[in-house]
């Protein structure tokens, strides 16, 4: 096993000599968010990947997030450094499935989760994240969505809204897991702590939250919000970001077991290795990445 810090002073001095940024989702691990250039969510991410400078994005995250940087920025080089990396619920959807669901709902407007392929993508007509899901909805002129692949974090945005969703039944391995008995025993563990969920979790959960909020989302609520103690109900990467950018602040995560495998696939000699070898190297045919990118920019330009 190579010493930690041995291999980050290496990753940084190659992304140096490269001309390569490092951008990592919140759920990476501790030692791989510790030399990111930005650890964010997915629309900030997204946002990051379109404007930077630099030759090389290195992408530590799943797939879908590597695709959608190399749709923003297809003259950069995109690496995702674990290349079965990947987010089952991305897989819950096929574009076409999504054809013949908008055969059935042609008045629909049709808004993808970025959580979701290429091709996905590139049949919908608009994306968002879960920091702008509502936001989006609320800004397409149909008055019904088809909204994929997450149910429940379309479900969550009726909420919000009068249109009519349509959702997919898709959904997260890791949020659709949390119970409102988890929430029970983390309160009855901490009752004074508030309960922070992400919106990809069941509506029963939701009902039990103080806040909903994307990952990043969750962060400002610690960082800005009242109280000093939290119970976080999302992937456990994220508590290292709290503890590192809110440390006076008590964290408890709503569950231990929830962990996202393929979050954790990224390790410091992936990243090395990708720096070292340009591979494996994300691209997206152009016939598909300019219908996905106009997707992707209507939500961009919001
Ligand atoms: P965020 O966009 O909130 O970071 O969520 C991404 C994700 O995959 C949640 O499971
Ligand atoms: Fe996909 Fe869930 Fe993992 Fe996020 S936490 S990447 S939605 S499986």
Redesign the pocket.
């Known amino acids: 096993m190579q010493d930690t810090a041995m291999l980050q002073d290496e990753i940084l001095r190659l992304k140096d000599r490269k001309n390569a940024i490092i951008l990592a989702h919140n759920?990476q691990r501790p030692e791989i968010q510790d030399i990111a250039d930005i650890t964010g969510d997915s629309l900030e991410l997204a946002r990051a990947a379109a404007a930077m400078d630099g030759e090389v994005i290195v992408f530590c995250g799943?797939d879908f997030m590597a695709e959608t940087a190399a749709i923003l920025s297809p003259e950069k080089t995109v690496l995702l450094p674990a290349q079965d990396a990947c987010?089952?619920?991305a897989g819950m959807i096929s574009a076409a499935e999504l054809r013949f669901a908008r055969t059935r709902h042609p008045d629909a407007a049709v808004v993808c989760y970025v959580?979701t392929t290429a091709d996905v993508k590139a049949e919908s007509d608009i994306c968002c994240t879960s920091a702008n899901a509502v936001s989006v909805i609320n800004a397409v002129r149909e008055n019904a969505v088809i909204f994929v692949p997450d149910r429940n974090l379309g479900q969550y945005a009726t909420r919000f809204t009068k249109k009519t969703i349509l959702p997919w039944e898709g959904f997260?391995?890791?949020?659709d897991r949390f119970s409102v008995s988890d929430v029970a025993i983390a309160k009855q563990a901490h009752p004074d702590a508030a309960v922070l969920v992400h919106p990809?979790c069941r509506p029963d959960v939701i009902d039990l939250a103080d806040h909903v909020a994307s990952t990043s989302g969750i962060v400002r609520y610690v960082k800005s919000g009242p109280g000093n103690e939290f119970i976080i109900g999302t992937?456990i990467g994220i508590m290292h970001r709290l503890a590192k950018e809110c440390p006076g602040k008590r964290y408890f995560p709503l569950s231990e077991k929830a962990v996202?495998v393929?979050?954790k696939k990224t390790t410091l000699v992936h990243v090395r290795d990708a720096l070292v070898t340009f591979h494996p190297v994300i691209t997206v045919p152009e016939e598909i990445a300019a219908r996905a990118r106009s997707s992707i920019e209507r939500m961009l330009v919001l």
């Open positions: 759920y799943v987010c089952p619920m959580n997260c391995l890791v949020h990809e992937e996202c393929n979050m």
